[in-house]
């Protein structure tokens, strides 16, 4: 019995698909002796110019995100309730936790010659690194100061004011 879902591939007609012109980026040329030493120092090049650009969008990335964390501080309310005492925490460590963590996260972008956590590599994207967390702690503790969480007026203080002395006034 003839198995009907059988292909038999030395049947098929190959003239037909040789023709074909090769698929975009496709090259059938053998590599020369100069080609692989230019084409090693552009891909090089190319490569350390794509990990400083990944680099910065690391740098960035907190104020990327300040959009949609400032639209869940609008949504949560003014009120202090949990949900927005949750988010207010999540703004008020996220940027601790990212400095601290700041030299491993950009350990993958830093230049092979030098050491990965040290802080003299990629010093412009890392003062950006930390400016955007800052930016996103500022966030935070304007949200606190709106909850009236943080003590800014003088009635605040008061416990810790000491009363002066009252004159002695005589009328005699």
Known sequence: MANCF?????????????????????????????????????????????????????????????????????????????????????????????IAGMNAAFAPFAPTTASAKSLKVLPLQKIAYIACNLLTLAVGLWKCRSMGLLPTGTGDWLAFESRAMAPELSLL
Do not use: C
């Open 6 to 98: 059988n292909l038999e591939y030395a049947s098929l007609d190959h003239s037909k698909w040789r023709n074909l012109p090769p698929p975009p980026g496709f090259s059938n040329f053998a590599p020369s002796s100069r080609t692989p030493a230019k084409a090693s120092t552009a891909a090089t090049s190319s490569y350390a110019s794509l990990k400083d650009k990944r680099a910065w969008d690391l740098a960035i990335s907190p104020a990327k995100s300040l959009p949609m964390q400032a639209f869940m501080l609008y949504m949560s309310g003014g009120g202090v309730q949990i949900f927005s005492m949750g988010i207010v925490f999540m703004l008020l460590l996220t940027p601790f936790t990212n």
